[in-house]
């Protein structure tokens, strides 16, 4: 009986295991044959930048889009023609009116990404009215709100970690390359059906003789399969695993398939924070050329590497890296894939010398913010996902050089700086387009790989004189007849609250009987601005502050009106983005749209309607008064140091020199500089000699791709205010600050 039963129980045991493995079996054929119909073995996250986006009824300049077709080899044809890929036309007057009424100029391309032709018709003063999209084939159309054109693939990351990686099909590397990896990692690799029996048994008799494991005799599919379907763990079973799933690769898939595999995605080195992957990535990492150019020695220098990057990369081990090149060499000799002369000339090559620009992420804070953007949306993993973002690749770059070259500079001419030993001196720069709310480039710190803290979205830090422009806001919006000329007290006074008291006091410890309004903004007064703020009322700035894009906490403590509290750089540039449209509101954003690996959209962001607040005049006057900022006020180093733009901005420095801030913009550009430490040491320096140079340098460096639009005013009830020296000292300025002076005044 008991017998009975232990068999009955054995063989329901056998059975179960056999319905498992044909379970495991059939559930592994189908993802290996997912794996390789999809094309990307290893599912990365790609990032790419927004080169160029067009948005209805937005203003956009038709020189950089004529730049950005141009950059791109497209081909000019006349007006009319049939347009192939890449061709492009223009036209002006009677043709665009066919198109729409109002339009006096317009474009159509065939877009060499998305295989569609766009048209774009503008007006007289160059807003976007038609946005189509039209269909070669069919020629069925339809009506666009935004069109990004040519995104450029910045990064790629395999899981947390940067990768360098370009795929290429197989018949563009080398044969030399296939031969010399062949010959070491595989020789029978045509022969096999994805185990190589003499292989194994070699490796076996190997580990037994040396009393360790050796040599593994794992083929390409192996190897394919070892990296990428299992874990790393040495144990039998993983190996019995690897070679049934091996046998199901090489019945499913032609060789030609999983060499081309193979060589995109194999392992070939570091490079700081990168992981190099695939034969046409290392090419430009080891010899900074294309894969298609690589030479016998180069081939078989690769395929020494594959057997053990760290152990035979040439920068670091050149005998280790020559003795593994040589007995490639001989196996491609012995396995008659070359001559012996060949070989010999070969070997008379000296390794790469390594390239002594470093590869670094391109924008490694914009990056993590983006992340953390889809991870509050619901993503959980973004393996497999193409992220078109906002990033504008110029603009970071110059958002980058001006903050490390300026914090260089602040350091080697600064004792106080250069003996701060325990920490480095930090800055962020966020800018983003006003019109679409689309972040350009994102500086979260000095240096990511040494502090991946991301300042601009994390890091509150009191915002001091930035928020000034908030209170003459609120003054605007509710004080009946308030205007840039009306007078503002200058006299030292106390106030007190809960029993505490409080005296403001100017930066440069003056006082005068009265200042006038914009003289107080433009120089950053804090005796009249705590004065007006008392007046307007605490609770109303921080109401007109939240509807403005403020969302960290304010109290309604008298010294509110100086910035005595705190905000991220992020908050900052969204309240300064409402700021420049007028008020009428819109979310910044760093992402376009995220797609498959396959090209099928899966998410974007909501389209948010444009709400207005507070009243369209009263940003008419802060703005007028934040360009006198720049042209007299506190701003005015900028045309020192070579900026001559249109511009409206405000320098912020707390109290205690702990944070210095700038925040400036144009119609169509929008960027917040923030500077100090971590630890909240006095930087010692105000905003316009800590942060403006930061702004001033980045502003200058976009210019060519962000072209500069001068504002837009309203065409009624704007009066301009023309201002003599006389005049400004009768209304309290002192004398040596009466410079003539013209101001734009929009009554409510």
Known sequence: MIRKRLLFFILALLTLSIIYFVFWLVKTDLLVKEKFASGHFVAPTQFYSSSLELSLNQPFSPATLLQNLQSHQYREKPWGSRLQISDFSMSQGTDCEKIYSASIKCFA???????????????????????????????????????????????????????????????????????????????????????????????????????????????????????????????????????????????????????????????????????????????????????????????????AIVNNPGVFNPFRNQERALQRRTKVLTAMVEQERILDEDKEKAMQKALPQKNLVEVRETAPYFIDAVIKNLRREGFIDLSGFKIFTTLDLHAQQAAQQAVQNHLKTLEESSAYHRDQKKHSLQSVLIADHPQTGAVLALVGGRDHRKTPYNRALESHRQIGSLFKPLVYLSAFENIEDFSPLTELTNRRFEYVSHGQKWSPKNYDGTTSEKVPAFYALKESLNIPTAQLGLDVGLEKIIRDSEELGATSEMKPFASLSLGAFEMTPWEVLQIYTNIARRGSLKPLRLIHKVE?????????????????????????????????????????????????????????????????????????????????????????????????????????????????????????????????????????????????????????
Not at 129 to 144: A, C, F, G, K, W
Not at 192 to 217: C, D, P, T, Y
Not at 693 to 718: A, G, L, S
């Open 109 to 303: 391309f065939y877009h060499h990404l998305q295989k569609k032709i766009h048209i774009v018709a503008a007006d007289e003063l160059d807003r976007v009215l038609v946005l189509l999209e039209v269909d070669p084939e069919t020629q069925q159309s339809r009506n666009l709100t935004t069109l990004l054109l040519f995104p450029e693939l910045f990064a790629q990351y395999f899981g947390d970690k940067p990768i360098l990686q370009d795929r290429v099909p197989l018949h563009q590397v080398p044969r030399l390359c296939l031969d010399a990896v062949l010959s070491v990692e595989d020789p029978h690799f045509l022969d096999h059906q994805g185990l190589s029996w003499r292989g194994l048994l070699r490796a076996f008799w190997v580990n037994i003789k040396s009393g360790r494991a050796a040599q593994g005799g794992s083929t390409i599919t192996q190897q394919l399969v070892k990296n990428y379907f299992l874990t790393s763990e040495k144990k039998f079973s993983r190996k019995i695993k690897e070679m049934i799933i091996a046998l199901l690769v090489e019945r499913a898939i032609q060789k030609d398939q999983i060499l081309e595999t193979y060589l995109n995605i194999i392992y070939l080195g570091q490079q700081g924070n990168y992981q190099i992957h695939g034969y046409a990535a290392a090419s430009r990492f080891y010899f900074q050329k294309s894969v298609e150019e690589l030479d016998l020695s180069e081939c078989a220098l690769l395929g």
């Open 596 to 748: 498959t690996l396959e090209g099928e959209q899966i998410w974007s962001p909501l389209e948010s309607s444009e709400e207005q607040v507070l009243h369209a005049s009263s940003f008419v006057n802060v703005i007028s008064i934040l360009q006198e900022a720049i042209k007299t006020g506190t701003g005015q180093a900028a045309q020192k140091m070579g900026l001559n733009l249109e511009t409206a901005g405000k320098t912020g420095t707390t109290t205690d020199y702990k944070d210095a801030w700038f925040a400036g913009f144009t119609e169509n550009h929008v960027a917040v500089v923030w500077t100090g430490y971590d630890d909240n040491t006095p930087v010692k320096l105000t905003g316009a000699a800590a942060s403006l140079p930061i702004w001033v340098d980045y502003m200058k460096n976009t210019t060519t791709v962000i072209e500069p639009m001068p504002f837009v005013w309203p065409e009624q009830n704007v009066k301009t205010l023309s201002l003599s020296p006389e005049e400004l000292v009768e209304l309290g300025v002192p004398v040596n600050k009466a410079l003539p002076t013209q101001l734009l005044f929009a009554p409510q």
